[in-house]
């Protein structure tokens, strides 16, 4: 069962400041008085002043102070009590234990990790996380040591994020981890936050700070991401040019002053397209004969 944090104002420390240095005062004159007066009657306000500084002494260890953005768990025998967030001097009843969690924003610079991507390949890969806490009973009574649980839960998110997505790829309707760095960060940030939610911790943003392939495939690798480019690109070449093609026969065929048979076309065609997706620029070899010959 998940803790429910109870919110606590608790007591402003000054007015007790007040209530016990008066309270030492009139301690300082009773005992001033019972040292200059003599006989048995002595011992009954002896005892009893000597209570009353016990008393005075638990009440001054109730005096903590939290700085902004820091609480105060409180607990009494184990039992929780409650959770104080106000900054400044504050009291509270002396038996509580008072532990401080901060509320602070927080870093985890994670170091790269390898682990293999959807298409088996290893990679390293590694992500910053900013996170806090936003339950203190459940950061505290939840989980053993959140801070160490937070770190471990988001390298195991990062590992199944990473096998849910390849490293790069060239098709525009495919997510990768090198390509679509906004929204694996959105799935990374969501991912981590269903691990850390039972710890209290909000996670406010996830990132990816490092991506690259592992060392043993680095360079096999580069030369398949060079290949994919090339094919890639002389794919858009060819589409590009076959569209400029069939708008040229579309512009030649609607106008009267030129007419070419089907054999003209066919040749028209391959010209055009030797010089549309050749890789160097075309040397043009001028015909001067007529059209049939």
Request: charged fraction near 20%.
């Amino acid at each position: 069962m998940d803790m429910q944090e109870a919110r606590k104002k608790g007591v402003n420390g000054w007015p007790v400041v007040a209530l016990l240095v008066v309270a030492l005062g009139l301690l300082i004159v009773f005992f001033y008085h019972l040292a200059t007066s003599s006989g048995p009657h002595r011992i009954a306000p002896l005892i009893a002043g000597g209570v009353a500084a016990v008393l005075w002494a638990i009440a001054v260890a109730g005096f903590f102070t939290l700085e902004p953005n820091v609480s105060a768990v409180l607990m009494l025998f184990g039992r929780y009590m409650g959770t104080i967030t106000e900054s400044g001097l504050r009291w509270a009843n002396p038996l509580y234990s008072k532990t401080r969690i901060s509320l602070r924003a927080r870093n985890i610079n994670g170091t790269p990790i390898k682990v293999n991507d959807l298409r088996g390949n290893p990679i390293e890969i590694a992500a910053v996380v900013v996170w806090r806490v936003a339950n203190t009973a459940q950061a505290m009574f939840d989980v053993d040591k959140y801070e160490q649980y937070v770190t471990i839960q988001t390298e195991s998110a990062l590992r199944h994020l990473t096998m849910a997505y390849p490293y790069d790829t060239f098709e525009g309707d495919t997510l990768s981890l090198r390509g679509s760095t906004d929204e694996v960060s959105a799935s990374l940030k969501r991912e981590i936050q269903e691990r850390v939610g039972k710890a209290g911790v909000a996670i406010d943003e996830a990132r990816l700070s490092h991506l690259a392939y592992a060392p043993e495939i680095a360079g096999a690798m580069l030369q398949r991401q060079q290949a994919e480019a090339v094919v890639a690109a002389r794919t858009r070449i060819v589409d590009g040019a076959v569209g400029i093609v069939e708008m040229a026969l579309k512009r030649l065929e609607q106008s009267s002053a030129l007419e070419l048979d089907a054999e003209r076309k066919a040749a028209m065609v391959g010209i055009l397209m030797v010089v549309l997706c050749g890789h160097e620029a075309p040397r043009p070899v001028i015909n001067t004969g007529t059209l049939y010959t």
